[in-house]
T-cell receptor, first 114, second 113 residues
Framework: LAKTTQPISMDSYEGQEVNITCSHNNIATNDYITWYQQFPSQGPRFIIQGYKTKVTNEVASLFIPADRKSSTLSLPRVSLSDTAVYYCLVGYLISSGSARQLTFGSGTQLTVLP | DAGVIQSPRHEVTEMGQEVTLRCKPISGHDYLFWYRQTMMRGLELLIYFNNNVPIDDSGMPEDRFSAKMPNASFSTLKIQPSEPRDSAVYFC???????????FGQGTRLTVV
């Protein structure tokens, strides 16, 4: 299983860009990298997903180096409402036979300060 | 679509009792996942289904846990008998396709006393 390692916590101020890095040294060829956000008492919410290089959507960017052993979630201009736990998830589903589990990391508690 | 719907939202039961958690995935999604979240172990994948068929249940902790998906719009996770260490938040999620985003429900907070 592709184990992931993230910082336990990070603090930032409103308006700043935040970069959260996830290490996944034994990522497999078929694995995708997905990031989720979770607020207290809610289920995780998808933020972004990528396989290699850079992916950008309306809320974040995901940077993946060529060796794919790490990835960085970039949140531009964070606000107080971005305070949440951010999870890096590495895995791939197989529709038959043995499968690689989708492994959530321990998560990073991001606290945005005013 | 109302999203993934789980019931009940909260469940308190006594040790030894049977507990059934329910999930209605998003219509049209072909993957369904059951996760468990605790402070100690974080988010753990218990089992997932593809087109109603269980694909990988290696995350199910013990034989006391069982999951079914009788049709595309309903799944259950049953614990029998329940134990205090089963106390956790159980999430159901669904997705369309293999490597696409999963949509999570609000979770069921289970407390076994």
């Amino acid at each position: 299983l592709a184990k992931t390692t993230q910082p336990i916590s990070m603090d930032s101020y409103e308006g700043q860009e935040v970069n959260i890095t996830c290490s996944h040294n034994n990522i497999a060829t078929n694995d995708y990298i997905t990031w989720y956000q979770q607020f207290p008492s809610q289920g995780p919410r998808f933020i972004i997903q990528g396989y290699k290089t850079k992916v950008t959507n309306e809320v974040a960017s995901l940077f993946i180096p060529a060796d794919r052993k790490s990835s960085t979630l970039s949140l531009p201009r964070v606000s107080l409402s971005d305070t949440a736990v951010y999870y890096c998830l590495v895995g791939y589903l197989i529709s038959s036979g043995s499968a690689r589990q989708l492994t959530f990391g321990s998560g990073t508690q991001l606290t945005v300060l005013p | 679509d109302a999203g993934v719907i789980q019931s009940p939202r909260h469940e308190v039961t006594e040790m030894g009792q049977e507990v059934t958690l329910r999930c209605k995935p998003i219509s049209g999604h072909d993957y369904l996942f059951w996760y468990r979240q605790t402070m100690m172990r974080g988010l753990e994948l218990l089992i997932y289904f593809n087109n109603n068929v269980p694909i990988d249940d290696s995350g199910m902790p013990e034989d006391r846990f069982s999951a079914k998906m009788p049709n595309a719009s309903f799944s259950t996770l049953k614990i029998q008998p329940s134990e205090p260490r089963d106390s956790a938040v159980y999430f159901c999620a669904s997705s369309l396709g293999r490597a696409t985003e999963a949509f999570f429900g609000q979770g069921t907070r289970l407390t076994v006393v």
